[in-house]
């Protein structure tokens, strides 16, 4: 069997869990052309904390991390098992780098479900939740990344979940399937990296556009994680989904698939 792929989706608003637009359509059509990993390895936005961690829980609880939506999100469910073997191999493999093994403070939350719930609707296929050290730089997650490249030969999905551009002071409601010039410029920008260069994705830090494309970085380490994984090894790296959204969101999702 061929390696599994590691993907970065940008998840946009968690309402993309009940609605069917062409991102949506994307990443069910994306997880309709694999074969069905045996785990699934995620790196969310919105478990962003001062240490590494991975969830190792047999049954995730499934997290509603947002407010305003309506009652039907927060209803939404997403059952999907956890895999405490799983967990372990990745802080194995992340040595030296210390992963925390976490059994009771986490699960799923909605950078993870929002996806998965198109993907794999079934929610049948464990998953394990990777955290962003927020201490620590884009430099230390694209090498993290890479130390999860062997997952890939282990029918393990791995899938970074945040968005290139994510600005919600700056969210446009009547652009809803525009961006601002700037978020357009640095999609681009980082789409000529991520294809070509995937191990210089810290330039992007140096573009005149990143302060307002990336005014916290949670959103944006998710891609670092998969940019580390592609620079590791020989790989080919493309989209599958492209643009921005309400102006100041970038919807832009990659795959990158190993070349053996």
Same mark, same amino acid.
């Given at each position: 069997?061929? /390696?599994?792929?590691?993907?970065? &989706? ?6 993309? *869990?009940? +609605? ?17 990993? =045996? ?12 240490? !590494?961690?991975? *969830?190792?829980? /047999? ?28 967990? =372990?191999? @990745? ?10 093994? %976490?059994?009771? *403070? ?17 929610? %049948?296929?464990? @998953?394990?939740?990777? +955290? &962003?050290?927020? !201490? ?19 029918? @393990? ?13 700056? @969210?446009?409601? %009547? ?24 191990? =210089?994705?810290?330039?992007?830090? !140096? ?22 994984? +592609?620079? !590791? ?11 921005? *959204? ?10 990158? %698939?190993?070349?053996?």
């Amino acid at each position: 069997m061929s /390696a599994m792929p590691a993907l970065f &989706i940008g998840h946009g608003s968690p309402m993309n *869990t009940l +609605a069917t637009n062409r991102y949506t359509t994307a990443w069910a059509e994306m997880a309709a052309s694999l074969p069905t990993p =045996r785990a699934i390895v995620a790196i969310s936005a919105h478990w962003y904390i001062n240490a !590494s961690a991975v *969830t190792s829980m /047999a049954v995730p609880r499934v997290i509603h991390d947002f407010y305003g939506f309506p009652q039907e999100l927060f209803d939404f469910d997403y059952p999907a098992p956890g895999s405490p073997d799983l967990a =372990r191999q @990745v802080a194995a493999i992340a040595q030296p780098e210390i992963v925390h093994l %976490d059994d009771e *403070t986490w699960g799923i939350d909605h950078g993870t479900w929002s996806v998965l719930a198109k993907m794999y609707p079934a929610a %049948d296929v464990p @998953v394990v939740q990777l +955290a &962003i050290d927020a !201490s620590k730089p884009l430099s230390y997650h694209m090498d993290l990344g890479a130390r999860l490249a062997p997952l890939l030969d282990d029918d @393990v999905l791995i899938v970074g979940s945040g968005n290139v551009v994510h600005n919600l002071r700056m @969210v446009a409601w %009547d652009r809803e399937a525009q961006g601002y010039d700037w978020a357009q410029r640095f999609d681009d920008d980082v789409r000529r990296i991520m294809t070509t260069h995937p191990d =210089r994705l810290t330039e992007a830090a !140096s573009s005149d556009d990143f302060h307002l494309a990336v005014p916290t970085p949670d959103h944006f380490y998710p891609l670092a994680y998969i940019a580390g994984l +592609a620079a !590791s090894t020989t790989t080919t790296v493309g989209t599958f989904a492209e643009g921005c *959204t309400l102006g100041s969101l970038s919807m832009t999702s990659y795959r990158v %698939d190993k070349i053996r």
